[in-house]
């Protein structure tokens, strides 16, 4: 098998424990939110849900809506950041759970996907059923500009899943393709979840922006990792079987980066591979040596760097507070998954 680039740090990782520290209560609230939200009398709905939402994860969709909420000064006794934060989750779990029926995914977070389980008209119906408590809450929540800012993420989301979709196994998709997807796909979400926050702390100025931005800028950042870790060789580390991407035909950028560098010979195995999914015995070891002789891993995570480095600035004009570092943590930690 051929080398792998080396992710592994030598120094103490940055962690979310900070920032999950300061936002214990709000988050134990929000996980009661969830169980309670995805009751319903047909049993196959709360046990399908509780299959993803219950498996445990970051949380980080939610996490920023609440600290981005405390970070604007929210401090009012109403339980409305707690179900936007919900809703958020809602909105991300839906999406797990097509995009996995989608990309025929068997591991999630290192068990069997929903989809494995119950099958694939199972997993989609309930997806839909979350994304209808999502708008729910929205609505419980009285605010139409909360609204639109979350129900534009939901269909930008799922105008980049369509992209991808119609993107996939073409090689010679560019950069831009590639950012606009995973812009849509994931960092619309992200930028939501923290702009929500600020939006029903009362900051509709220059702090929504910012942390609209952040959260743009972190999901971003995020994607990026998250695409470079599938070419790393860590299947513990990420949660999911290491080379599904390659193994779907997925344009990452990874793959993108190879192709444009690699000479004939490298095309046409790029070529064999991802757009006609003619894959054999060692090809991935073969992807994993191309991606690592032509620094493509490591531009992947120094572009993830880039993007990360814009999400901390976002927070410039917020004064320095044990929330503002812990989420300045967190982007090393969205990044440092990496090493």
Same mark, same amino acid.
Request: proline share 4%; aromatic share 6%.
């Given at each position: 098998?051929?080398?792998?680039?080396?992710?592994?740090?030598?120094?103490?990782?940055?962690?979310?424990e900070?920032?999950?520290?300061?936002?214990?209560?709000?988050m134990?609230?929000?996980?009661?939110?969830?169980?309670?939200?995805?009751?319903?009398?047909?049993?196959?709905?709360?046990?399908?849900?509780?299959?993803?939402?219950?498996?445990?994860?970051?949380?980080?969709?939610?996490?920023?809506?609440?600290?981005?909420?405390?970070?604007?000064?929210?401090?009012?006794?109403?339980?409305r950041?707690?179900?936007?934060?919900?809703?958020?989750?809602?909105?991300?779990?839906?999406?797990?759970?097509?995009?996995?029926?989608?990309?025929?995914?068997a591991?999630?977070?290192?068990?069997?996907?929903?989809?494995?389980?119950?099958?694939?008209?199972?997993?989609?119906?309930?997806?839909?059923?979350?994304?209808?408590?999502?708008?729910?809450?929205?609505?419980?929540?009285?605010?139409?500009?909360?609204?639109?800012? /979350?129900?534009n993420?939901?269909?930008?989301?799922?105008?980049g899943?369509?992209?991808?979709?119609?993107s996939?196994?073409?090689?010679?998709?560019?950069?831009?393709?590639?950012?606009?997807?995973?812009?849509?796909?994931?960092?619309?979400?992200?930028?939501?979840?923290?702009?929500?926050?600020?939006?029903v702390?009362?900051?509709?100025?220059?702090?929504?922006?910012?942390?609209?931005?952040?959260?743009?800028?972190?999901?971003?950042?995020f994607?990026?990792v998250?695409?470079? /870790?599938?070419?790393?060789?860590?299947?513990?580390?990420?949660?999911?079987?290491?080379?599904?991407?390659?193994?779907?035909?997925?344009i990452?950028?990874?793959?993108?980066?190879?192709?444009?560098?690699?000479g004939?010979?490298?095309?046409?195995?790029?070529?064999?591979?991802?757009?006609?999914?003619?894959?054999?015995?060692?090809?991935?070891?073969?992807?994993?040596?191309?991606?690592?002789?032509h620094?493509?891993?490591?531009?992947? /995570?120094?572009?993830?760097?880039?993007?990360?480095?814009?999400?901390?600035?976002? /927070?410039?004009?917020?004064?320095?507070?044990?929330?503002?570092?812990?989420?300045?943590?967190?982007?090393?930690?969205?990044?440092?998954?990496?090493?």
């Open positions: 098998m051929a080398t792998v680039v080396s992710l592994e740090g030598k120094r103490k990782s940055p962690s979310l900070p920032l999950l520290a300061l936002c214990t209560d709000d134990a609230r929000v996980d009661r939110e969830i169980v309670a939200r995805m009751r319903s009398q047909v049993p196959l709905i709360p046990e399908l849900a509780n299959h993803l939402v219950g498996a445990g994860g970051k949380r980080m969709r939610p996490l920023l809506t609440v600290a981005a909420a405390r970070l604007c000064g929210y401090s009012e006794a109403s339980d950041h707690i179900k936007l934060a919900t809703c958020v989750e809602f909105i991300h779990s839906a999406t797990l759970l097509h995009d996995d029926v989608v990309d025929v995914s591991l999630r977070r290192g068990k069997p996907t929903a989809n494995t389980v119950y099958g694939d008209k199972a997993s989609v119906l309930v997806g839909d059923f979350l994304f209808t408590r999502a708008f729910e809450l929205m609505v419980e929540v009285g605010s139409l500009d909360v609204l639109g800012v /979350l129900s993420a939901s269909s930008t989301i799922a105008e899943e369509v992209l991808q979709l119609v996939q196994r073409d090689i010679s998709t560019p950069e831009a393709t590639y950012l606009e997807i995973i812009k849509a796909k994931t960092a619309k979400l992200f930028a939501a979840a923290a702009e929500v926050g600020a939006m702390a009362g900051r509709n100025g220059p702090e929504r922006v910012a942390l609209q931005s952040f959260g743009m800028n972190l999901g971003i950042a994607q990026l998250d695409d470079a /870790l599938d070419y790393s060789g860590r299947e513990a580390k990420l949660g999911k079987s290491v080379g599904d991407d390659f193994r779907e035909g997925k990452t950028l990874p793959v993108i980066l190879a192709f444009l560098r690699g004939a010979v490298d095309r046409e195995f790029w070529k064999r591979t991802i757009e006609k999914l003619d894959q054999r015995p060692g090809d991935l070891e073969q992807a994993y040596s191309l991606i690592e002789r620094g493509a891993l490591a531009d992947t /995570l120094e572009r993830a760097r880039h993007y990360g480095a814009m999400a901390r600035d976002a /927070l410039g004009l917020f004064p320095g507070t044990p929330l503002k570092a812990a989420l300045l943590e967190a982007v090393d930690f969205a990044i440092d998954r990496a090493h």
